[in-house]
């Protein structure tokens, strides 16, 4: 019934679920968790309403991540910033650039981005073409509006390739700060071009952390739970490779 | 009802087919493996969907811009028109023809790898910014950075021979040592990630948070 293989992952899947709804569970009955601050999170607003001061637009691009694709979790959560990022441009009445390279975001686009502005009362100030889809030129598309359009903030979050710098390189020069936001292990190398970041499950964070919700902020811990476990494997794996054995052989069961 | 059609509904189908999808990566049961397959093929069926409103989407913003002639119109024009005859190309003698072939490779091709060559200097400039040292941290980095580019470099192993030998040390375990920690901390947040979409927490990906009945 099983497949061979996968069943210590499956283990290590339940286990790592059942931490995070434990802790979910938790914070439904009254317990607040803390977590740590964020600041490359909480300095969205900032990057905002700096937009907002110069008069500047804001520019959003939820990466290269199908629906239907691997990198799928990643565009979620980049969603989830764009949500977010929209909220704040409704209400500061600043002007969003939404761009995709991927032709099935674009119908969840608009209807996040409609939704947010209509319940911000604020549907007369979205432009038409606040959603651009470039399909595979969008690095060139983004390179454009960032110094036409006079974008004084770029949001790349979600799974992003090597393209990514030639955007972010383009925003320094056009005074533009740059949020990079990436969870995909090929492009680990831009993250120092960007002015802030979110590496890896940073990305995935940032919508619980953002929603301020005590039961997202509850999963998160359920998350660092899933952490723990995997550095005391890392560890078991260490001590059994110094005394000549192999943990591989039981992880791959 | 609202909040019913564009919240409750899509989280119970994000939830039914993300538990079908995922115990078919585990379990070798007929009746989940086939329910599975045909659940991805309708995600890639629906994309294909949205390639069309996608293309849609670009009329609609295009047109207005040309005949009010606004500023840059005729790149639209342009565009406008080389998305016509290409999925004219397409229709009539598949992507597979010659003659698709010829518009993609003349058209899109030089721009393509004009990009990518304006990418190398755009690396280079974006690497000064970067690496200008400011904190222990990223000196460190700054002299991985030397050693791995001059050990690369075509003449770099000749004029320093143990350079080689510390990049390949360099790339092999601080390097990947890194690599490794950030792919084991993205894949539990993946799997967090997923768990949360599966149970309705996560739903940025939908529309309708503050939707009212």
Request: aromatic content about 10%; overall charge positive.
């Amino acid at each position: 019934m099983f497949i061979q293989g996968r069943i210590v992952v499956g283990v290590f899947t339940l286990i790592i679920s059942a931490f995070i709804l434990f802790f979910a569970y938790t914070s439904t009955r009254g317990k607040v968790w803390g977590i740590r601050k964020m600041p490359q999170i909480d300095s969205i607003d900032d990057m905002i309403g700096r937009c907002t001061e110069l008069g500047r637009s804001v520019h959003i691009s939820c990466g290269i991540g199908g629906l239907t694709s691997t990198l799928a979790p990643q565009t979620i959560a980049a969603l989830s910033i764009l949500r977010y990022v929209a909220t704040k441009t409704a209400k500061m009445k600043t002007r969003l650039i939404c761009t995709t390279s991927m032709a099935d975001h674009v119908p969840l686009l608009n209807d996040i981005i409609k939704t947010v502005y209509q319940n911000e009362n604020a549907l007369d100030q979205l432009a038409p073409d606040t959603i651009r889809y470039f399909g595979s030129a969008e690095t060139l598309g983004v390179c454009t509006i960032l110094g036409r359009e006079k974008c004084g903030a770029s949001f790349l979050v979600g799974a992003w390739t090597s393209g990514a710098v030639t955007i972010m390189e383009t925003a320094s020069v056009n005074d533009c700060i740059t949020l990079f936001g990436n969870a995909r292990t090929g492009s680990y190398y831009v993250f120092p071009f960007a002015n802030d970041t979110l590496i890896g499950e940073e990305l995935f964070t940032a919508g619980a952390y953002l929603s301020k919700d005590s039961i997202q902020i509850g999963t998160i811990l359920g998350q660092d739970g899933g952490k723990v476990i995997g550095i005391i494997v890392l560890i078991l794996g260490i001590i059994m490779r110094l005394m000549g054995g192999d943990i591989t052989q039981l992880l791959l069961r | 009802m609202s909040i019913v059609y564009k919240k409750y509904i899509p989280i119970g189908i994000t939830a039914i087919t993300g538990v079908i999808v995922l115990f078919d990566y585990y379990v070798k049961i007929p009746e989940i493996n086939s329910a599975s397959t045909i659940l991805t093929s309708w995600g890639t069926h629906l994309s294909y969907f949205a390639v069309l409103i996608s293309a849609l989407m670009i009329v609609r913003q295009s047109i207005p811009k040309i005949i009010k002639q606004e500023k840059d119109w005729y790149f639209y024009g342009y565009m406008l028109t080389i998305l016509i005859i290409m999925s004219a190309t397409g229709f009539i003698s598949g992507i597979a023809s010659s003659n698709y072939s010829w518009w993609y490779n003349n058209f899109y091709g030089p721009v393509s790898t004009t990009l990518m060559a304006i990418m190398g200097i755009y690396l280079m400039s974006a690497s000064y910014r970067a690496f200008r040292i400011r904190s222990v941290p990223v000196f460190g980095a700054m002299i991985a950075c030397i050693v791995v580019l001059i050990a690369t470099a075509p003449a770099g192993p000749v004029w320093f021979p143990g350079f080689g030998t510390l990049s390949q040390w360099i790339q092999a375990y601080p390097s990947q040592a890194g690599i490794r920690a950030f792919t084991m901390a993205a894949a539990i947040g993946t799997l967090a990630s997923g768990i949360r979409t599966l149970i309705g927490l996560e739903i940025g990906f939908l529309g309708a948070k503050e939707d009212k009945d």
